[in-house]
């Protein structure tokens, strides 16, 4: 079964990928959804799989959020909501609209590799990974610039490749 706004079943890992429109002004990214997704996954030993949800909403919800479950009052780019692996769902990565059309301007790049950037990124804070200390954000960073050249997408951390 495809969901009417088309996200598809990955082939490979058991991945079911929802999307969810909370916000109207958002380019149609259900195309990009599946391989970053899959690209995030790619080489992980034991992935969380399941059903992952994708929230395309505005600044306001995601700061909203931000504020409720993080304790920071302002909008960010992308939030993830890890579930637990018994659920059978990964969780969910929501994102904020007008802060990723401004990053993207700002950083010189395509909206849809901003995007799919962020979305391997949540994707990687569902599967554990974690960027609060050093050698942690080295590790995540590493595995995203891998995802992201599977797909063709520049390194976002500049020319070193980690």
């Known amino acids: 079964m495809v969901p009417r706004d088309g996200s598809r079943r990955l082939t490979g890992p058991p991945v079911q990928i929802d999307i969810v429109r909370l916000d109207e002004g958002w380019p149609d990214v259900s195309g990009l959804t599946a391989p970053a997704v899959a690209a995030a996954l790619a080489g992980l030993d034991d992935p969380h799989l399941g059903e992952l949800c994708v929230v395309l909403a505005d600044d306001a919800r995601v700061r909203t959020l931000n504020r409720d479950y993080r304790d920071r009052d302002r909008p960010t780019n992308v939030l ?57 954000a080295a590790t995540m960073e590493a595995r995203e610039i891998r995802a992201l050249a599977r797909l063709s997408i520049d390194n976002p951390y500049g020319s070193d490749n980690r």
């Open 80 to 136: 993830s909501f890890p579930q637990a692996r018994a659920t059978g769902l990964m969780g969910d990565v929501v994102f904020a609209r007008q802060t990723l059309e401004r990053e993207a301007v700002e950083q010189g790049k395509a909206f849809a590799d901003h995007f799919v950037h962020l979305l391997v990124h949540g994707v990687l804070h569902l599967q554990g990974f974690d960027h609060g200390a050093d050698d942690d």
